[in-house]
């Protein structure tokens, strides 16, 4: 497994990077995926896309909220 690489300059945030890729291994796993976007200086957008599961509602919405 590949970590992702840190962009930050060292010292500035602790981590390995070592969180986002398991994030993105268990979302392959679940037939979902990962995006991820930034700006140097504004921050990182990470969106993880989840299938929904047809449990025969006919193709209803449901709300999560």
Known sequence: MRSFPKVAREGKYRGTGIG???????????????????????GTEINIYLPVKNSGNSGKQHDVG
């Open 20 to 42: 986002l890729a398991i994030v993105k291994k268990i979302a392959e796993n679940h037939k979902a995926f990962v995006t991820a976007t930034g700006e140097p200086g504004q």
